[in-house]
């Protein structure tokens, strides 16, 4: 490759980075939260509480272990696995399950204001049972699906705040602070 398309190709990449970051493109599952809502303190955790600490950490928001210190309180109010056979071969042997995950949450700020009123998030997905792969196998497949149930319930939850947070936003533009009233 000669100096000049290298050149070229350079200034073509720089071009694309400059449009990606000047678009407001991010990476799927960050978050940006306002000061106030720092840091986060997630109660109940279980598997959607380690996988919401994941995806907010590696995002760069401070979490804390101190629900008093919080700016941000996630609530894990409950959570439930469950199964049920949706296919049955002629004799009666299962050849499919319907994997259920449900989680009901809320969030809270820091002065114990209302964010997110309690609400309950299901997902669903279909695992096939196949005859040739031994229990531990089924059993390891079932776990993995309900890991990904649990990381993607997360997600649903990052988005349910980054519409709080562009909804607090809106509401009070920054720079304007109300005149006092007289």
């Known amino acids: 490759m000669s100096l000049t398309t290298r050149r070229a190709a350079l200034v073509l990449l720089c071009c694309c980075a400059a449009l990606l970051a000047g678009c407001g493109w991010q990476l799927r599952g960050s978050v940006e939260l306002p000061k106030e809502l720092s ?72 002065q114990g204001s209302e964010l997110i009123a309690p609400q309950e998030l299901r997902l669903e997905r279909t695992f096939d049972d196949n005859p040739d792969v031994s229990v531990l196998g089924k059993n ?24 709080v947070v562009a909804g607090r936003s809106a509401d009070t533009p920054e720079g304007n602070t109300p005149a006092p009233s007289t």
């Open 39 to 110: 840091p986060v303190f997630i109660a109940g955790g279980g598997t959607v509480g380690r996988s919401l600490d994941t995806r907010l950490s590696s995002s760069g928001v401070p979490m804390t272990s101190s629900p008093a210190a919080a700016g941000l309180r996630i609530d894990i109010l409950s959570q439930k696995r469950s199964s049920r056979v949706v296919a049955v071969d002629e004799n009666g042997k299962a050849l499919a399950y319907e994997l259920l995950y449900r989680v009901r949450f809320a969030a809270s700020d820091g």
């Open 140 to 163: 390891l497949e079932e776990g993995i699906i309900y890991q990904d149930l649990a990381d993607d319930i997360a997600d649903q939850v990052i988005l349910r705040l980054r519409a």
